[in-house]
């Protein structure tokens, strides 16, 4: 919204956060099972879920990974991108086996539970679909400070304010997975529900309408 503000003259801007279908994403300790049986994970599991590797940090995440993680800790990408193999060649060399590869998903439903932690050190993101979607099933998202849905992660360490900062992501993840809360990540899901999206809409088309 306060880029929105800063480039148009609008006098009023309504924010209409995305919602999220809290029956489809949540815990699920079947959905956990299977994902981490399908990685190999006998640890812990850092999760990078997103669509066009550069603009979401994807370099920066795995590095990031790299500063904390024990040799039987998993980092799983999944998502697309033109040019993954390009993308992905960085951190094969730097992670070697650590590294799990799931790409592009259907249902990320069954798959997000598998994780102890989502990272998200995007560049720009006006509000991250993956970020609502982790909280909803109980997992903390480690995002930056460019992505709009940080404003609703529950815990302030998890959020990165520069989306290039290794160090910063790194300790952000330590936090989330030292201190995991299922119930209060959920929570802040909750609220955002996709039937609150619609109705936000469908008000501000009736009133668009009422002043025509």
Known sequence: AVDVRRWTRAR?????????DLARFAPN??????????????ARVLLFFGNGFARKGLATAAAAFHRIASPD???????????????????????????????PESAPEHWLPGADATILPTRYDPAANSTLEALACGVPA???????AAEIVPEPRWVVPDPSDVEGFAAAVAHAWAHPDLARCRAAAAPWTIERNADQMLGIYRSLLAQG
């Open 29 to 42: 300790a079947e959905h956990r099972a299977r994902a981490r049986a399908a990685w190999g994970a006998r």
């Open 142 to 148: 480690v995002t930056s400070g460019r992505d709009g």
């Open 12 to 20: 009023q801007i309504a924010v209409v956060r995305n919602g999220v």
């Open 73 to 103: 800790d998993r980092f799983v990408v999944l998502g697309r991108d033109a040019h993954a193999g390009r993308h992905l060649d960085a951190p094969r060399r730097l992670l070697g086996d650590r590294l799990v590869v799931q790409g």
